[in-house]
């Protein structure tokens, strides 16, 4: 079983920066990946980066060079660097967790979420 927390959203004025954090905890074998989400208000919710346990990233294109996912391996947890923010980056952001078990393979997990707003 695992718990996952995301932190560091809030309220922002255009061109500032956040940094996310999602923390997991819990009783697994190993993270497979963690991965960041948003969600605008009646929107899908899409996904924004990825990092596997190998350390390969993956950043949604129309995000690369503003946004900037990292890990800490022995916190478990993952970071979300976002710079230069954007009006249209308001979104709850969701922090999305693979893990595996033996005796029941991969399980995936998801944070309450955490809401950033870019508004001037």
């Known amino acids: 079983q695992v718990q996952v927390v995301e932190s560091g959203g809030g309220l922002v004025q255009p061109g500032e920066s956040l940094r996310l954090s999602c923390a997991a905890s819990?009783?697994?074998?190993?993270?497979?990946?963690m991965a960041w989400y948003r969600q605008a208000s009646g929107n899908r919710r899409d996904l924004v980066a990825r990092?596997?346990?190998?350390?390969?990233?993956t950043i949604a294109d129309s995000l690369w060079g503003r946004f900037t996912i990292s890990r800490d391996v022995a916190k478990n947890t993952a970071y979300l660097q976002m710079d230069r923010l954007k009006p249209d980056d308001t979104a709850v952001y969701y922090c999305?967790?693979?893990?595996?078990?033996?005796?029941?393979?991969?399980?995936?997990?998801w944070g309450q979420g955490t809401q950033v707003t870019v508004s001037s």
């Open positions: 990092i596997q346990s190998n350390g390969k990233t």
């Open positions: 819990g009783s697994f074998t190993v993270i497979n990946l």
């Open positions: 999305h967790v693979n893990a595996y078990y033996p005796t029941t393979g991969s399980q995936d997990y």
